[in-house]
C-alpha cells in the first residue's frame, strides 16, 4: 500500500495568512493526487485533482503542486471559511490511500 | 444537481449485518465508479471499497475482504454495501462516494454505523 504522510498534522494561523500544507507520499503517484476539505460533521468536498486541477467553484485562492512523491496545497490567504481539516488522497492504485489530515486552526 | 443519500446505518452487535445503501440522483450514474469511504468518530478517512461502472470489478481493503459486498443496480442508479461479521472497529460513518475524472468529486454525507453489544 502506499503511504500517505501530511504535514503538519496541526496548524495555526490568522485570517490573511499564507499556509502551505505538505504531502509526501511512499512511493511515486505522479499526478494522482487529491485534495479534500472537511467540516465537522460534514462530508469531505474535493478542492483540488490531479495535483494541481482547481475544482469547479473552489476559491482561486487555494493551489496545488508536486508530483512524484512531494505535493502541497496551499492558500495564499486565509479566510473565516477555510478554517478545517485538510487530507490528500493518491487515487494512482488500489488501495487508495488519504493523508492522516491537518487540522487547520484560528491562532 | 448531484446527489448522493446513504441510508441503512444503525446500531448492530458485533458478529451481526447490515445493508447500506446509496441513492443518486442528478448525473449518469452507470457512467460512475464508486466508493464507499468511512471515517470512525475522531479519526481519519479509511477507504473501504469500489466497484466500476458496470459492476464487473470490485476492490476491497484488506480490512474488510471476505466481510463485506460491495454491488450496484445501474437500473435503479442505487449502490449498496453489504456488511457481515461486524466488529468494533467497523464502526464509523460511511461515506458514499463517485470518482469521475476529477477524483472523488461527489460524496454523501453518511450513515453512521454504530457496532456495540
Known amino acids: 500500500d502506499i503511504q500517505m504522510t501530511q504535514s503538519p498534522s496541526t496548524l495555526s494561523a490568522s485570517v490573511g495568512d499564507r499556509v502551505t500544507i505538505t504531502c509526501r507520499g511512499s512511493q511515486s503517484i505522479s499526478s494522482w493526487l487529491a485534495w479534500y476539505q472537511q467540516k465537522p ?28 512523491t512531494e505535493f502541497t496545497l496551499t492558500i495564499s490567504s486565509l479566510q473565516p471559511d477555510d478554517f478545517a481539516t485538510y487530507y490528500c488522497q493518491q487515487y494512482n492504485s488500489y488501495p487508495v490511500t488519504f493523508g492522516q489530515g491537518t487540522k487547520l486552526e484560528i491562532k | 444537481e448531484v446527489q448522493l443519500v446513504e441510508s441503512g446505518g444503525g446500531l448492530v452487535q458485533p458478529g451481526g449485518s447490515l445493508r447500506l445503501s446509496c441513492s443518486a440522483s442528478g448525473f449518469i450514474f452507470s457512467s460512475y465508479a464508486f466508493h464507499w469511504v468511512r471515517q470512525a468518530p475522531g479519526k481519519g478517512l479509511e477507504y473501504v471499497s469500489a466497484i466500476s461502472p458496470n459492476g464487473d470489478n470490485t476492490y476491497y481493503a484488506d480490512s474488510v475482504k471476505g466481510r463485506f459486498t460491495i454491488s450496484r443496480d445501474n437500473s435503479k442508479n442505487t449502490l449498496d454495501l453489504q456488511m457481515s461479521s461486524l466488529r468494533a472497529e467497523d ?18 454525507q453518511g450513515t453512521l454505523v454504530t457496532v456495540s453489544s
Open chain 1, 41 to 68: 460533521g460534514k462530508a469531505p468536498k474535493l478542492l483540488i485533482y490531479k495535483a494541481s486541477s482547481l475544482e469547479s467553484g473552489v476559491p482561486s485562492r487555494f493551489s496545488g503542486s508536486g508530483s512524484g
Open chain 2, 91 to 108: 464502526t464509523a460513518v460511511y461515506h458514499c462516494v463517485g470518482e469521475s475524472t476529477r477524483a472523488f468529486d461527489s460524496w454523501g
